[in-house]
């Protein structure tokens, strides 16, 4: 389990022991995934929490973005971190959910070494390059990496972007290294659906991420999708 998913798992713990929190019902699976973002969360869904970035924070873009029951927010070095807690008060509880990241100044795994555990053992800024030209091109390039949906347009708070789906290899550690962000290092994205959205917000590339096993990626997704449409660049 990765470092920084670790941490978010033992705080969504805590949460459970000691809060009220109460579960919320699973919506039914809707249709597959599509290019198309679908209508963003109503009060109908039940009582929505709006997240500020708050000003003076290492994740400096102004966002704000909703969210029902059930979710919370972890703000992270250059990362913004949006997990669900699915059965917080049974024996199978679990987590899952995605993030969105600053990706200037980021640096991105060598593709000859991130199937292998061997060299990634420790990782070190030495295991990862500069930041592509072409991001996706590079997500592609990873040896047995496994395109689902090419690269297509969306349009993500106003910002139109594009967005990607893969399957990642059998093994994999952590595609990403964000600037000043050491927490990622040891993330095992091995066997995982991931969806992939690049956006480009006044200069500042922005990646919004969510990743799932195979299984139960598509039953998700539109639930993640849904917080997604309701981001807005602005405080």
């Not at 969360?41 to 400096?60: R, W």
């Not at 555990?117 to 990873?142: E, H, R």
Request: with cysteine; proline share 8%; charged share 15%.
């Amino acid at each position: 389990m990765n470092t920084r998913k670790l941490l978010v798992s033992i705080l969504m713990f805590v949460c459970v022991l000691f809060s009220a929190c109460a579960p919320v019902a699973t919506k039914a699976p809707t249709a597959a995934p599509s290019t198309e973002v679908p209508a963003a969360a109503t009060e109908a869904s039940g009582k929505l929490t709006t997240f500020h970035s708050p000003e003076n924070t290492s994740f400096h873009l102004p966002l704000t973005f909703s969210y029902g029951q059930g979710w919370d927010v972890h703000i992270v070095i250059n990362d913004v971190d949006i997990v669900y807690m699915e059965n917080p008060a049974g024996p199978q509880s679990e987590w899952w959910g995605g993030g969105v990241a600053l990706v200037n100044g980021a640096h991105v795994a060598d593709p000859a070494k991130i199937t292998d555990p061997a060299q990634m053992t420790t990782p070190s800024l030495d295991d990862f390059l500069p930041w592509p030209d072409d991001f996706f091109a590079y997500v592609a390039s990873i040896p047995g990496m496994k395109v689902v949906q090419n690269p297509t347009s969306v349009t993500i708070g106003g910002v139109q972007g594009l967005q990607m789906i893969v399957h990642t290899p059998e093994v994999m550690h952590t595609m990403l290294w964000l600037k000043d962000d050491y927490t990622g290092l040891g993330d095992d994205y091995s066997d995982r659906k991931e969806l992939l959205i690049l956006l480009d917000v006044n200069g500042e590339q922005v990646l919004l991420m969510y990743d799932e096993s195979p299984g139960k990626f598509d039953e998700r997704y539109p639930l993640m999708q849904e917080i997604f449409n309701t981001i807005t660049f602005t405080n």
